[in-house]
C-alpha cells in the first residue's frame, strides 16, 4: 500500500492523525526541495483551519509559508504562475465551497496549461482543500464536490481517508509534474474540535514515502459485498462492515484514494467477486462518482451484478444547517448499513 | 531613444502588421462565399491586434527573454514584439503539429517557455499567473520581472483588482499593462468604468499609476522604461494604462456597426504615422521603409508557408497531453 524509500528494516512507525501525517509528509518535502511553497488563508501563524499547515511557519519562515490575503483568485493564479517557473508551490484553498470565487484560475488555467502547450509547459502544483460537513456548517461551508473536479480535465484528484496515505499521497501530490487537488475531509483530520473518528489516527512510517496516485485500496477483504467509497465514508463502511460481520455478512471496502486517475480495475475485481456494489459517495448523488461507478459497470459487464446496486449519497439538495436535517442528507453508517441489507436481500 | 531603437521598433511594428494584414486575408480567403466561422484553414475565433503595434514594442523594448509576457485574446502582437518564433506561432494559428501547443491551443492559448510567455483567453485572467512568475523570480533571486497585459474592459474584472492588491502587497516585479482601445468589444469605456483613466485606480493600491495618451510609441516606451526598472529594482508593481487604437473588429466577423467613431480609425493608425516621424527625423526614407516591408513580408510569408505545410494532428492524438 505504500511505498518506502527505505529498506523495511529501518522502517519505524508512530501513531498519528491524517492532520499530522500530512503536515510531516509536506514538511519532508520542504526539507528535500527548496522550491517546495506553502500558501493560503490563515497557513502561517495560525496553521491551517484544519491543521493542514502546524509548525511549518516556524520550521520553513515567511518566505516559503505565505498567509495571503482573501484573493483566491489571484493567490491559486499566483500558484500557477510559480509552478509554471519551477516551483512547487501548494496552494490551499480553505473550504473547497470557496471555489467559485476562483474556479477560472483552476479549471481555464492550472488545469489546461499543460495540454493547451502541447505537454511544453508543466504546472507542478498541489491545491489542498478542506471538504464535507457533519458539524452543521451549513450550506457554503459543508460540501465535498470531489466530483466536480474530478469531472473537469487535467486535474488529478486524491481524496485521503487514513494517515499512512494522507501522508503517501501528499508527498506523490507534490512530487508530481501534473496539477494534483488533494481533497482533505475535516471529519478525518483528527482534529481536538470535532467529532472524533477512530480511523483518523493510525500508523504512518517516520521515513518519507509515496503512495501511488490512481490505485485503489481494499480496506477490508470481503465476499458478499462491495463497498466503494472514499474519505470519511470509508471511517464509516468500515465500523459498519465490523457491525454487519456479526451478523454474518462480510463486506469489502474499497477506498478509491483517487477519483483522477480512476483505479476502475480494483472496482471490477471485486465487483466480479462480491456481485453485489453499495456506492457510499458524500457528495451530491446526481451526474457525480457513484453514476460513474455504475457506468463502469455497466460498460464492462453488467452480469457481473447478481443484484442492482446501491448508492448512498448526499441527496441533491444543499446541505440543511439543523443537526437532524444534516444528519439525514450525509451517508451515515445506519444508511450505509441499510443499503448493504438491502442488497444482501 | 537611440534612432538605432526607433528603427527597430519600427520595423518591428511593420513585421506585426504584415503577420496580421496575412493572418486576415488567409483567414477570409477560405470562408467564401458563405462564411462560416468553424471553416477553413484558419477556424475558430481571430482577435487581430492591428493598431495596438505601439503597446507590445515599446513594452517588450524593455524586455530580455528572461522576462515574462501574459497576453490576453488578442496575442499575437506581444508573441511577436516578445520574440516568439513566427513559425511556431504561425503553426498553432493553422492548428498544427508545428505548432506552440501542437494544435491543442489556438491563437488565444499561445504558451512559449523559452520566452517565458503565455496567454488567457479569459479577460483579466492572465493577471494572477503573472503574479507567480514574479513571485518564482524574485525567491530565485534574478532580476526577471513579470509583464501582464489585459485591455481596458478587464479593469473591471475582480482578478484585475485582486492581483493589484496582492502584487502591492508583496512587492513583486510585475509591470501590469492596460491596452485601452476604447471598446470591451462593443461596450465602449464611458459606459463600463467609474474613472476617467485606469491608472488612477493605482491609486488605490499605493502603486504608481500611469496613463499614456495617443498611442505614443516613444511615450510608452519611456513610461515602461520606467515600471520595469522600478520592477527589476525591488520597487514593486506599477500599473500602465496605454490609450491605443483597435484599428479593425473585436474579432474577425464584426462588423463594428457599433462603432461611431470608425470614419475616422485610419487616420489615427499608429503606422504610418510613425513612419512619418521617422522620416521628419531624417531616419528613415523610402529605402528604409520599403526594405522593412519587404524583410517582414518574406519573414511572414516563411512563417505561413512552414505552418500550412506541418502535419495536421492525428485525431487519435486528441487525448494527449491531459497530463504529463
Known amino acids: ?345 | 531613444m537611440e534612432n538605432s531603437t526607433r528603427l527597430d521598433l519600427y520595423r518591428q511594428m511593420v513585421l506585426i502588421r504584415t503577420f496580421e494584414e496575412t493572418i486576415l486575408r488567409e483567414y477570409h480567403a477560405d470562408k467564401a462565399p458563405i462564411w462560416d466561422i468553424g471553416a477553413g484553414l484558419i477556424p475558430g475565433e481571430m482577435h487581430l491586434s492591428a493598431g495596438q503595434e505601439p503597446v507590445a514594442v515599446a513594452v517588450c523594448a524593455n524586455l530580455t527573454p528572461d522576462d515574462a509576457v501574459t497576453a490576453t485574446h488578442r496575442p499575437h502582437h506581444f508573441a511577436i514584439a516578445h520574440g516568439m518564433s513566427l513559425e511556431r506561432l504561425a503553426a498553432e494559428i493553422y492548428g498544427r503539429e508545428d505548432g506552440l501547443g501542437r494544435g491543442r491551443g489556438g491563437h488565444m492559448h499561445l504558451f512559449d517557455p523559452s520566452i517565458h510567455f503565455s496567454c488567457s483567453g479569459i479577460i483579466a485572467e492572465g493577471y494572477p499567473p503573472a503574479l507567480g512568475q514574479a513571485f518564482a523570480f524574485k525567491s530565485k533571486g534574478s532580476q526577471a520581472v513579470a509583464v501582464a497585459v489585459t485591455g481596458e474592459g478587464a479593469a473591471n474584472q475582480g482578478a484585475f483588482h485582486e492581483s493589484l492588491n496582492l502584487a502591492a502587497a508583496w512587492r513583486l516585479p510585475v509591470v501590469f499593462v492596460i491596452e485601452d482601445n476604447d471598446w470591451a468589444i462593443s461596450v465602449p469605456r464611458s459606459l463600463s468604468t467609474s474613472v476617467a483613466s485606469n491608472a488612477e485606480r493605482a491609486k488605490a493600491y499605493g502603486i504608481p499609476g500611469e496613463r499614456i495618451e495617443d498611442n505614443s510609441l516613444e511615450d510608452i516606451f519611456a513610461a515602461a522604461k520606467r515600471a520595469v526598472d522600478r520592477a527589476r529594482s525591488g520597487g514593486g508593481p506599477t500599473l500602465l494604462e496605454v490609450h491605443t487604437l483597435r484599428l479593425w473588429g473585436h474579432f474577425e466577423g464584426d462588423a463594428q456597426g457599433y462603432r461611431p467613431d470608425l470614419d475616422g480609425v485610419a487616420q489615427r493608425d499608429p503606422l504610418p504615422a510613425y513612419e512619418m516621424h521617422l522620416r521628419a527625423l531624417g531616419v528613415a526614407d523610402d529605402d528604409v521603409i520599403k526594405g522593412a516591408v519587404t524583410e517582414a513580408q518574406a519573414r511572414v510569408e516563411a512563417a505561413i508557408s512552414f505552418a500550412k505545410s506541418s502535419p495536421i494532428p492525428e485525431p487519435s492524438s486528441a487525448t494527449r497531453y491531459v497530463f504529463s
Not at chain 1, 245 to 262: F, H, N, Q, T
Not at chain 1, 279 to 289: H, M, N, P, R, T
Open chain 1, 1 to 345: 500500500m505504500v511505498k518506502i524509500e527505505t529498506s523495511p528494516q529501518q522502517v519505524t512507525s508512530r501513531k498519528l492523525t491524517v492532520s499530522k501525517a500530512m503536515v510531516e509528509g509536506i514538511a519532508q518535502e520542504m526539507e528535500r526541495d527548496p522550491s517546495v511553497i506553502v500558501l493560503g488563508e490563515d497557513v502561517g501563524a495560525y496553521g491551517g483551519i484544519f491543521s493542514s499547515t502546524t509548525g511549518l511557519l516556524e520550521r520553513f519562515g515567511p518566505g516559503r509559508i505565505l498567509d495571503t490575503p482573501i484573493s483566491e483568485t489571484a493567490f491559486i493564479g499566483l500558484g500557477t504562475g510559480a509552478a509554471v517557473e519551477g516551483m512547487r508551490p501548494i496552494v490551499e484553498l480553505m473550504f473547497v465551497d470557496f471555489f467559485g470565487v476562483a474556479m477560472d484560475q483552476i479549471y481555464n488555467h492550472m488545469a489546461k496549461i499543460h495540454y493547451e502547450s502541447g505537454g511544453n509547459v508543466l504546472v507542478p502544483m498541489v491545491l489542498m482543500t478542506a471538504v464535507g460537513g457533519g458539524y452543521s456548517d451549513g450550506a457554503q461551508h459543508s460540501q465535498c464536490l470531489w466530483g466536480t473536479f474530478a469531472h473537469l480535465p487535467g486535474m488529478k484528484v486524491v481524496v485521503p481517508s487514513s494517515p499512512a496515505d494522507a501522508k503517501g499521497l501528499m508527498i506523490s501530490a507534490i512530487r508530481d509534474e501534473n496539477p494534483v487537488v488533494y481533497m482533505f475531509h475535516k471529519g478525518v483530520m483528527g482534529l481536538p474540535w470535532m467529532t472524533k473518528s477512530t480511523h483518523a489516527l493510525g500508523d504512518v512510517p517516520e521515513e518519507s514515502y509515496t503512495v501511488p496516485i490512481g490505485k485503489a485500496a481494499i480496506t477490508r477483504s470481503g465476499t458478499d459485498v462491495t463497498v466503494v467509497t472514499l474519505s470519511l465514508s470509508v471511517h464509516h463502511s468500515l465500523d459498519v462492515a465490523d457491525e454487519l460481520a456479526k451478523e454474518g455478512i462480510e463486506c469489502e471496502v474499497v477506498d478509491l484514494r483517487s477519483l483522477v486517475p480512476l483505479d476502475r480495475a480494483t472496482v471490477l475485481e471485486s465487483v466480479a467477486k462480491t456481485g453485489r456494489l453499495v456506492v457510499v459517495d458524500e457528495d451530491y448523488q446526481s451526474f457525480g462518482l457513484s453514476g460513474e461507478i455504475a457506468a463502469i459497470i455497466a460498460e464492462e459487464d453488467p452480469r457481473l451484478l447478481r443484484c442492482p446496486m446501491k448508492r448512498v449519497c448526499v441527496p441533491d439538495t444543499p446541505i440543511p444547517y439543523a443537526r437532524s436535517l444534516e444528519q439525514a442528507t450525509l451517508p451515515t453508517p445506519t444508511r450505509i448499513a441499510a443499503a448493504i441489507r438491502d442488497v444482501m436481500a
